[in-house]
């Protein structure tokens, strides 16, 4: 199968950290942040409408919460946002550090919310003061520390498995998971990078496989289960940030992309870094999932 990228739709504006794609299947609505723009964008493929929201504070990334409201991973926590006047109500706020932010966020198929934090000078700072978080809904609590970039969060068909990147490290970790109690355990090397690409976002197919977005990577790698290589998607972006599927059958794979700290001489060479790509697979993935009511 020949993968080919194609642009969602050259209207839409450019990102400067373009992330946290998401298909909303109950509104058939394509959702992804511009982190340090502040933007939530939101877009109707049918209708090729495009509608965006502003946010106070950086917003790592938002999981729709019914037609007006999204949660949101802004810069200090986890708040509801109301897509249409921008207003914000904070949820939890665990983060008071001022160099730490929230990033990769995605919910669990019992709608347990896991989002993690960051240095806000992200790989370019030594310090790991990241961690990654589990809210239940009432609760809580802290299931990673000591993590440099937490990114690209997932889980296996059968919910057995999670999968979760800290991008520094170039390693996808994966854990024994339990769907009842959403609690990791056994963690170990899914898979370790060495190459110029690192690890950011990823999916998880319906056969399984493990789809990871690399940093500059110039494209997504794809994983079988057992983490062997099984493919890859070339992109004319070196900046690959995260994925997702969606469409009507989740065969499209939806592919954020970023100019962050690019030089115009970069820019120049890759002029569609920070717009939006999709692929039409032949495995389709699996719906996103909605934070428990």
């Known amino acids: 199968m020949s993968l080919k990228p194609v642009l969602l739709d050259p209207a ?8 946290g794609p998401h298909w909303d299947h109950r509104s058939q ?20 409408k495009y509608e965006f929201c502003k946010t106070p504070s950086s917003v790592g990334f938002i ?13 200090d ?16 706020l665990p983060e008071q550090h001022a160099d730490v932010r929230f990033n990769d966020g995605k919910c669990d198929r019992q709608g347990r919310l896991w989002g993690g934090t960051m240095h ?9 003061l990241g961690k990654l978080y589990r809210w239940d809904g009432q609760s809580l609590d802290t299931i990673e520390e000591g993590v440099f970039i937490t990114n690209g969060l997932g889980w296996s068909p059968d919910s057995r498995t999670m999968y979760f990147t800290d991008t520094v490290n170039r390693t996808i970790w994966q854990y024994d998971f339990d769907p009842e109690t959403g609690t990791p355990s056994n963690r170990r090397i899914f898979r370790e990078f060495s190459g110029a690409g690192r690890p950011d976002g ?27 290589p099984d493919g890859v998607i070339e992109l004319p972006v070196p900046q690959v940030s995260s994925v997702t599927f969606g469409g009507p059958d989740f065969k499209t794979l939806f592919i954020t992309t970023a100019s962050s700290g690019m030089t115009p001489e970069q820019i120049a060479e890759a002029p569609l870094s920070g717009q939006v790509f999709t692929v039409e697979m032949d495995v389709p993935g699996l719906p996103a999932n909605c934070v428990k009511s």
């Open 12 to 19: 839409l504006p450019f990102s400067e950290l373009g992330e």
């Open 120 to 128: 806000n000078k992200g790989g370019d700072h030594p310090e790991a």
């Open 77 to 92: 926590g986890i708040y509801r946002v109301h897509f249409d006047t921008g207003k914000v109500t904070p949820i939890v």
């Open 202 to 228: 990823l999916t998880v197919d319906s056969q399984g496989r493990v789809l990871s977005a690399q940093w500059p990577g110039w494209g997504v790698e794809i994983f079988t289960p057992d983490g062997k």
């Open 63 to 75: 999981i729709p919460d019914s037609e007006e409201t999204v949660i949101a991973g802004l810069k």
């Open 29 to 48: 609505m394509f959702y992804w942040v511009d982190i340090t723009g502040c933007t939530i964008h939101k877009y109707d493929m049918a209708l090729q």
